[in-house]
């Protein structure tokens, strides 16, 4: 019970470093510049600049029916952090505005603007996925349709989103060019979001095939200290029976590996795919 409290308590502090970063990348980069990375938060800096009413009341006053359906259709616990984070992230935009002079800029260079607010608001935005939560807008939009359409990642849906908005800002400020900046920013969000959520703990599988299958799935055991899966094959042109090796190593063993195979059976066959999440003993530990 302490253990999941500390977690639960975890989560809620990372997801309000998350808000923090993104409303960074909003309040530093994206509205000095009117940038527009789609989502409610590109188009309340649309607002914000055709009428100037803030920023953080639109987020606030858009995300209420998005809310809604959320805890309707995702569950309240999905609506709890969803909540919470919308309202952090009006919130830290709220304490920039106050701490900082409104009229701050960083930088004038809209490119410079353009890849540091990206990749900042990405890093705020995976965080914010990583542990369970959404900032509302889009986001929220993307998990809702997520669920009716589970084959596309919420990421993905999210983007296609963010373009319709991205458009329709372009027309508002009828500006070609801050359009065209908003899209490359969408995109560097997109990456970064994903990068963060995914991470750099891939892993490599080998399948291999090999006469000498039994003496290499020793030494992989032995040497490296990974678990090997034998799968029993059938060529379709010879009819033979083999037994075709299946194993996971982290990126530090990969060459270890290779240079086992390469050692006992030259002309082994080899296929080596990348994989982007694994679960398990020596892995990652799920709870």
């Given at each position: 019970m302490k253990n999941k409290l500390h977690k639960t308590l975890f989560e809620y502090i990372m997801i309000a470093g998350g808000c923090a970063l993104m409303a960074a990348g909003i309040f530093f980069f994206f509205a000095p510049n009117t940038i527009a990375p789609g989502g409610v938060s590109g188009l309340a800096i649309v607002?914000?600049?055709a009428t100037g009413f803030p920023i953080d009341i639109t987020n606030l006053i858009v995300n209420i029916p998005l809310f809604i359906a959320g805890v309707l259709?995702?569950?309240?616990?999905?609506?709890?952090k969803t909540a919470y984070a919308t309202i952090v992230f009006s919130a830290f935009?709220?304490?920039y505005t106050i701490v900082f002079p409104y009229d701050i800029v960083v930088t004038k260079d809209i490119l410079l603007a353009v890849i540091y607010g990206s990749v900042i608001m990405g890093i705020g935005l995976g965080i914010i996925f990583k542990y369970g939560g959404t900032t509302g807008g889009t986001a929220l939009g993307g998990a809702i349709l997520n669920k009716f359409f589970p084959s596309l990642s919420i990421v993905k849906l999210m983007t296609v989103l963010d373009l319709f908005v991205v458009v329709a800002a372009g027309l508002v400020v009828r500006n070609t060019d801050n359009a065209l900046y908003s899209v490359i920013a969408l995109y560097i969000i997109v990456k970064t979001t994903d990068f963060i959520v995914e991470g750099l703990g891939y892993a490599k599988a080998f399948h291999i095939f090999s006469l000498k299958s039994e003496e290499i799935a020793k030494r992989i055991t032995n040497d490296i200290g990974r678990g090997v899966t034998l799968l029993e094959t059938k060529g379709y042109y010879t009819g033979e029976k083999r037994q075709v090796l299946?194993?996971?190593?982290n990126r530090i063993q990969v060459a270890k590996l290779k240079k086992i195979v390469e050692e006992i059976d030259k002309n082994a066959f080899m296929m080596v795919t990348t994989t982007h999440e694994v679960l398990g003993e020596g892995f990652k530990i799920t709870e």
């Open positions: 607002i914000q600049k259709i995702l569950g309240k616990a999905f609506g709890i935009i709220r304490f299946l194993c996971v190593v």
